[in-house]
């Protein structure tokens, strides 16, 4: 039968690898990322945030990345493990009441 | 648990007909955000309120409404249903507006419509 929906990019890691999750984003007056989680069924979980006056920060296992003079912003996964595996989403927020945008989203895989 | 309770978890209608989609946010959270999110896509940004107030408007239908009450719980209310709205309704919260507040989401609204 026919396929309905977007076809989310795919990312395929062997189990104990590094994973890194690239996202860009679209609004140059964004000062708040987030990275969230999201397992088949469920709502998005919180993974990391991160300010536009930082540019790394890092979390258990998870670092994310912002370079915002490409506006590109990247989620790294050590040791990569079967649990990991889910759908990643950036967000991006501007300051006050600014809505929060989200990414297409990326699927990760982990090859056990 | 991300403190964020919708109801119902699960919601089977006809075509043409309405429903109420129920959001308690986090405890102390002003901030109540809706999603809206179809088989395979993204997450949709349909509304958002604060403390009563709407705040910001995303790609929301005229069919569909929402609003927040005094005790802060928030409904989304979807009428004249058309099968394209079958999807996972998301309502999140967030403390105080200001960048740098995490939104926390609920697990979601499965809402069919046959």
């Known amino acids: 039968g026919e396929s309905v929906g977007l076809h989310l990019p795919t990312l395929s890691v062997q189990e104990g690898d590094n994973s890194i999750i690239n996202c860009a984003y679209s609004?140059?007056?964004?000062?708040?990322f987030i990275w969230y989680k999201q397992e088949s069924g469920k709502g998005p979980q919180f993974i990391i945030d991160?300010?536009?006056?930082?540019d790394k920060r890092q979390g258990q296992r998870v670092t994310v990345l912002l370079n915002k003079t490409v506006k590109h912003l990247s989620l790294q996964i050590a040791a990569t493990q079967p649990g990991d595996s889910a759908v990643y989403f950036c967000?991006?927020?501007?300051?006050?009441?600014?809505?929060?945008?989200f990414g297409t989203g990326t699927k990760l895989q982990v090859i056990p | 648990d991300s403190g964020v309770t919708q109801t119902p978890k699960h919601l089977i209608t006809a075509t043409g007909q309405r429903v109420t989609l129920r959001c308690s946010p986090r405890?102390?959270?002003?901030?109540v955000y809706w999603y809206q999110q179809s088989l395979d896509q993204g997450l949709q940004f349909l509304i958002q309120?604060?403390?009563?107030?709407?705040?910001a408007k995303g790609n929301i239908l005229e069919r569909f409404s929402a609003q927040q009450f005094p005790d802060l719980h928030s409904e989304l209310n979807l009428s004249s249903l058309e099968l394209g709205d079958s999807a996972l309704y998301f309502c999140?919260?967030?403390?105080?507006?200001?960048?740098?507040?995490?939104?926390?989401f609920g697990e979601g609204s499965w809402l069919t419509v046959v």
């Open positions: 999140a919260s967030s403390s105080p507006q200001g960048a740098g507040n995490t939104i926390y």
């Open positions: 609004n140059s007056a964004s000062d708040y």
């Open positions: 991160i300010r536009s006056n930082m």
């Open positions: 967000a991006e927020k501007g300051g006050g009441y600014q809505k929060v945008t």
């Open positions: 405890s102390g959270d002003l901030s």
């Open positions: 309120y604060y403390n009563g107030e709407e705040r």
